[in-house]
């Protein structure tokens, strides 16, 4: 061109999408892995606070549990490497940030082992104080160890004039309590009610919701009537509008219309708050059975009760509560109604509503509808990512129908990336495959760079799966399965030696033994040892070598092999070693490892032998080879499988000795016990270098064994040798 601003400039790949601080984190981690000296304690200080102020300042974000793995292990390297002179390397502030991130999050196994350490940090340098002892019970309890929580709550003395840590032990106590929930356990979940009314800690609204929802899921009709009246006689708790939503949908499921309509007209009686009155009009739609218009004419009867109250008024959330249980109905047409309902009354839509519309209508499979809903989302104000499930629910559903929305993809993630905000790890996998198919593998790389290292390893597992489904996809050409298993490669580096060598043992099996023996190479390579290869993944490698009979390659991994200090070798190393130099032509150099093999204490198994005759079909001599193992065989009383004397077969046939060969066929019925198969005959004939002799052998075993030949030319033929010589198309296995 003439011109050069009229060149487009190639665009580079996004970096990694790692949070701050978070690198030196993954170096101390892979550098305590291989036994080398961590990086210096000020670096990982400063990782530290860089990481812990970078999840400050967003809100939204949390700890996943690789990071706070990688977070543990910070701290507890720092505290094996602290100055008694200066003090601590993380002060108490510093422990105290991270557990507020921590607490973002429910805790996992990782999660409660660093809140643990925390605390107990805290107690050795004896600055812990009630407060820490509450947001570890807190942690575990969230962490499905509710009954360790409860422990250290009854160890808690709290003076009752601290009112700040007496409600929020109270809270944590129902965290407790909903923990019991969670974990499905019935006797803790009750007992853990009564510790509580016997602590002053009398059964509330709170403990209600928790106590009614665990019994009311389970559709226990009789503990959930019992919980939902429990309370003092003169003074029988208000339930909270959530209560109210769960003991709805339980009378629903059960069919206890009666019992749930003296409820409501309970809570009716008692003077309904506006919440309480949006769960009323779901009760009269779903259990009463009122229509749309019944349902307006109750909003009237709310107004008229408190015509000077401007709060009880409906609003966009007694509409959204409404298309909701449309939805729960799976009848999207009523939602829709009753949207059109709130418009009658001078109440719009909001951004729940519309994300609602997005979910159902993504659900029938309306996607101009959920795009109308999506454009109609994107002038409203979204507080706290909210829209997020349905939007990543959206592209999940665009990249999945057979139309091409590309165009519309890349705009919604336009928008979420200068959000700043992230995809489910699905949403990831499905965009990332939509580029695969599209072939525009620099997008895919910019998809994964820019989410992946935000998840954890079972997430990022899921995502590596889709492409090794694409890698395993025969319908794919070898070099879009090679771009796959590269950025499989470069972004998925924690993948396992197991998934490698079936990564590797695939392009064996399309016949690229050069693809095969890179992958092999990348292992080779890595330097951490779940990522290196195993003595199964060398025999697995020279079995795909020999199936390729590929020298070079052949060369390359024995070299590997020999200079591996790890890897000592065993019958099936030599197996696969006698295998792979006999495919190449080299039987002489299989022979010596025959040597290795009858020099070894393990020695030969049943393998051995049937590969020892194969090496002797195009070893010098071989046929010499070949009786003395025979001999030593018969000397020695060892059974004869059909297998070990087809192999034998060949090697006399090959050298010539047909007549020996065919003797011994003829007798190998009185003789082993078992007769000649259609195996037997195809390698006999194959075996046999002679055009002539060839045509001599079909005839004879057409006439004496016209069954087994029968089912030998079911097979069929392949010419060789520029046409000269035909073989039958028989599969004999590269196995050691």
């Known amino acids: 061109m003439i011109f050069g601003f009229s060149r487009k400039i190639p665009r580079k790949p996004k970096d990694p999408d790692v949070a701050p601080g978070l690198e030196v984190m993954l170096e101390l981690t892979k550098l305590k892995k291989i036994g080398a000296r961590p990086p210096p304690v000020e670096d990982l200080i400063a990782g530290w606070n860089s990481f812990i102020t970078h999840k400050l300042k967003d809100t939204r974000s949390s700890i996943n549990d690789l990071q706070a793995g990688h977070l543990l292990r910070v701290f507890e390297h720092l505290r094996e490497e ?115 009314e016997n602590l002053g800690r009398p059964y509330n609204d709170v403990s209600q919701m928790t106590m009614v929802t665990f019994f009311a899921t389970r559709d226990n009709v009789e503990e959930t009537k019992r919980w939902a009246s429990n309370g003092s006689p003169g003074d029988p708790i208000r339930p909270t509008a959530g209560t109210l939503k769960v003991l709805l949908e339980f009378s629903i499921r059960n069919k206890e219309y009666e019992w749930c309509k003296d409820l409501f007209r309970s809570v009716i009686g008692q003077g309904p708050s506006k919440r309480q009155w949006d769960i009323i009009f779901q009760w009269a739609a779903g259990v009463v059975g009122k229509g749309v218009d019944d349902v307006e004419r109750m909003m009237e009867v709310m107004v008229r009760r408190s015509p000077d109250d401007a709060q009880m008024r409906p609003d966009i959330m007694t509409i959204n509560g409404l298309v909701k249980l449309g939805i729960s109905q799976k009848d999207p047409y009523l939602a829709e109604r009753y949207i059109n309902l709130g418009l009658r009354r001078g109440i719009h839509a909001n951004a729940e509503t519309f994300i609602l519309q997005m979910d159902y209508r993504v659900e029938a499979g309306d996607m101009s509808g959920a795009k109308a809903a999506y454009d109609a989302l994107q002038s409203e104000e979204i507080l706290e990512d909210e829209d997020l499930p349905a939007i990543n629910k959206y592209l999940r559903a665009l990249c999945s129908t057979p139309n091409s929305h590309h165009e519309l993809i890349t705009s919604i993630l336009s928008d979420l990336e200068a959000r700043k905000v992230r995809l489910e790890p699905d949403t990831t996998s499905g965009v990332a495959m939509m580029f695969m198919e599209r072939e525009d593998e620099r997008d895919v790389y910019d998809i994964l760079q820019t989410n992946t ?97 590929d020298s070079e390659a052949l060369e390359m991994v024995h070299n590997m092999f020999k200079m591996d200090s790890n890897m000592e070798p065993n019958t099936t190393v030599y197996n696969a070693l006698m295998l792979a130099y006999t495919s190449v032509g080299k039987g002489h150099r299989a022979l010596d490892f025959w040597e290795d093999i009858t020099n070894s204490i393990e020695g030969p198994t049943y393998r051995s032998l049937e590969i020892v005759f194969r090496a002797c079909q195009n070893a010098p001599y071989g046929d010499i080879t070949a009786k003395e193992v025979w001999s030593q065989m018969r000397r020695m009383d060892i059974e004869i499988t059909r297998e070990v004397f087809n192999a034998y077969i060949g090697a006399l046939a090959q050298k010539g000795k047909i007549d020996e060969a065919k003797d011994m066929i003829d007798a190998c019925g009185k003789e082993f016990g078992f007769k000649p198969d259609f195996m037997t005959f195809g390698i006999f004939y194959n075996a046999i270098p002679s055009v002539d002799r060839k045509e001599t052998i079909e005839g004879w075993g057409k006439g004496m064994y016209p069954e087994a030949w029968a089912e030998l030319e079911k097979i069929g033929k392949t010419t060789v040798d520029e046409g000269w010589v035909t073989i039958f198309d028989i599969k004999r296995e590269w196995k050691a």
């Open 82 to 196: 602290r100055n008694d002179g200066e003090g601590y390397l993380l002060g108490k502030s510093d422990l105290v940030q991270a557990r507020r991130i921590l607490k973002r999050k429910s805790q996992s196994g990782v999660h409660i082992k660093f809140s643990r350490a925390i605390y107990d940090e805290l107690v050795r340098r004896q600055e812990s104080d009630g407060d820490d002892m509450i947001e570890l019970a807190f942690a575990v309890a969230k962490g499905g160890e509710a009954a360790s929580a409860r422990a250290i709550l009854q160890e808690l003395q709290i003076n009752p004039s601290d009112e700040s840590l007496v409600s929020k032990a109270s809270r944590t106590w129902n965290s407790v309590l909903k923990g019991f929930m969670y974990e499905q356990n019935e006797s803790e979940l009750v007992k853990t009610a009564h510790i509580m």
């Open 453 to 549: 290292y935000h998840y954890t390893l079972e997430e990022r597992a899921r995502i590596r799966d889709k492409f090794l489904e694409f890698i395993l996809d025969r319908n794919r050409s070898n070099a879009r399965v090679w771009d796959a298993y590269d950025i499989l490669r470069n972004i998925f580096d924690e993948t396992n030696a197991t998934v490698r060598t079936q990564l590797m043992n695939e392009f064996f099996d399309r016949g690229r033994s050069d693809m095969a023996s890179h992958v092999f190479g990348h292992m080779r390579q890595h330097i951490l040892a779940d990522r290196k290869p195993t003595r199964e993944t060398y025999i697995a490698c020279l079995e795909g070598i020999a199936s390729c009979a």
